[in-house]
């Protein structure tokens, strides 16, 4: 745990590492569209999907999976559509989830409706391969398909030191520390980033300009349970507002996560 400074007016480095602002899961949730049994006519399955004159000899159908966002914030719901091709009887797909260093687990199996389509839902949180897969049946030969998609870290933060919190006439909450006092930020990472990056960042107001001078500090080291703990002095700081956040870095060995940053988080420091 290193002690920095925010300060007002030009930045500082060196020895002493002084850096200043100057004066930025597996649930299923699936709902398939109705589909009824194939209706039997002549003791002969009915044709589903494009119409067929006669059964194919084990025709293997066409079958997607599909989200309309790729890069997803951590935890968020993603919807997939599964899509299957013409088949003669069988409509029944099957969904599955394989998260980044985890084990392939079943979202949920449904049957396809008019429109081709089946729909899922899926909470993500690391990198997650998804499968759609078609079992096959008499007349048509199994067949799958698979897609990943990506998810953000989440970085978490926190400030302690405050003498008193308020709100801003914008609705904002600004916390308040004296100049002799420290600021402390507590930034933790998820899923778990043991020994992975997570620099802080702060940013200092200007009257008619608004946040700028934006002032990175070198990163820390994540703990084992993936927090940080990066103490200021405010003693350069008084009499301004400013806002400081956690930024997360993934490093090459990361494939789970794309780097993340903590929400904004405003002080102002005086006497």
């Known amino acids: ?22 004066a930025g899961t597996a649930f299923a949730d699936s709902t398939g569209l109705a589909a009824g049994k194939p209706a039997l006519t002549g003791g002969k399955p009915a044709l589903t999907g494009k119409p067929v004159s006669t059964p194919p000899a084990m025709a293997k159908p066409r079958i997607s999976v599909s989200s309309p966002v790729t890069d997803n914030r951590y935890g968020a719901k993603v919807t997939l559509t599964v899509t299957l091709g013409p088949t003669f009887a069988d409509r029944t797909v099957s969904l599955y989830a394989t998260p980044s260093g985890g084990a392939r687990t079943l ?20 990198a997650t391969t998804f499968t759609a897969v078609f079992a096959g049946d008499a007349y048509n030969a199994p067949n799958s398909a698979s897609r990943t998609l990506d998810a953000y870290a989440r970085v978490t933060d926190r400030l302690t030191g405050a003498y008193k919190t308020s709100k801003s006439g914008s609705g904002g909450v600004y916390e308040f520390f004296h100049g002799s006092g420290t600021l402390t930020l507590y930034s933790t990472v998820a899923p778990g ?40 002095a405010l003693s ?9 956040r956690g930024d997360y870095f993934r490093g090459s060995s990361d494939t789970a996560n794309l780097s993340a940053q903590g929400a904004w988080l405003y002080f102002t420091v005086t006497k």
Not at 9 to 18: I, V
């Open 1 to 22: 745990m290193r002690l920095r400074h925010i300060a007002l007016g030009c930045a500082l480095a060196g020895g002493l590492g002084f850096l200043a602002v100057p």
């Open 107 to 126: 979202v949920g199996t449904g049957t396809v409706g008019a429109d081709r389509k089946w729909y899922a839902r899926y909470a993500i949180t690391t």
């Open 193 to 232: 980033k043991n020994g992975g990056c997570l620099e802080p960042e702060s940013e200092q107001y200007d009257k008619g300009v608004g946040w700028d001078a934006d002032t990175k500090y070198g990163c820390d080291k994540l703990d084992g349970k993936s927090h940080d703990a990066a103490p200021f």
């Open 236 to 244: 350069r700081a008084v009499g301004d507002r400013y806002r400081i």
